[in-house]
């Protein structure tokens, strides 16, 4: 393959707090072992958002007083240009805290943080421990079910609207809120979800399923032992 996967990664030095950066080493690999070119950049606080100049974004979790920090800047400087960038067909992936601000607000006790409204969605912090373990959920992006399995570690409570599609149903763990059995959000190319951990090396089918969205190619499988065993070991830890 000739093709080169161009991911920006926003904000990389303050959502970054649960291993993110193994993400983005995952897709630099998967892509290099198939002959994939792979152009990383970034896009922080106050920096502008070209949304034609990248395939596929990505954005991790941070602390709050980070995540104040980046949803203020991010209506002010990138809203538009990931709103173009979704809908020209980029992928969008957000985890934890970056799928927090997928949505229109997250209210954080008397103060509420702004999201981008790509999806639609809220979150707020509930009386109430965090939802923290082990989890597994099972999503269809297109190829037919399967489990996508992580952790998470959140005490804020997202609750889709009646028309989003949440990116799966859970089978082990709390999901969104604990409540409703649902995790994530899928529109389109926009992902959100609260697995971590991190979320693609223990997951590699996803990755690839995600470089094969952003180029509109379909993949060939690699020799995938170990990160099978990855994937089981993630598996068997949220109790399948």
């Not at 926003?10 to 690999?29: C, F, H, K, S, T």
């Not at 607000?105 to 912090?125: A, K, W």
């Not at 009386?127 to 597994?136: D, F, H, Q, T, V």
């Not at 992006?141 to 409570?157: K, Y």
Request: aromatic share 4%; with cysteine; hydrophobic share 40%.
């Amino acid at each position: 393959m000739s093709e080169t996967l161009r991911v920006c990664a926003l904000y990389p030095e303050l959502m970054n707090i649960y291993a993110d950066r193994g993400n983005i080493q995952v897709l630099r690999a998967r892509c290099g072992w198939r002959g994939i070119g792979f152009e990383l950049a970034a896009s922080s606080l106050g920096e502008p958002l070209d949304p034609a100049a990248h395939d596929l974004f990505y954005m991790g979790g941070g602390q709050d007083r980070d995540q104040i920090a980046v949803a203020e800047d991010m209506v002010a400087t990138k809203r538009d240009a990931l709103h173009a960038a979704a809908g020209r067909g980029a992928v969008v992936l957000a985890v934890c805290g970056g799928f927090q601000l997928l949505g229109r607000s997250y209210q954080l006790g008397e103060r509420t943080i702004p999201g981008i409204g790509l999806v639609g969605l809220e979150t707020v912090r509930e009386p109430g421990p965090r939802l923290i373990g082990n989890c597994a959920i099972e999503a269809d992006l297109g190829t037919g079910p399967r489990v996508i399995a992580g952790f998470e570690n959140h005490g804020g409570r997202t609750y889709l609207d009646a028309d989003e599609e949440p990116l799966g149903r859970v089978v082990s763990g709390h999901g969104n809120n604990g409540r409703d059995g649902v995790e994530g959000v899928r529109r389109g190319s926009v992902i959100g979800t609260y697995l971590h951990g991190p979320l693609l090396p223990k997951n590699t089918w996803l990755a690839d399923r995600l470089v094969e969205l952003a180029l509109g190619v379909e993949l060939e499988p690699l020799d995938d032992a170990m990160e099978d065993a990855a994937h089981a070991s993630a598996r068997r830890a949220a109790g399948l």
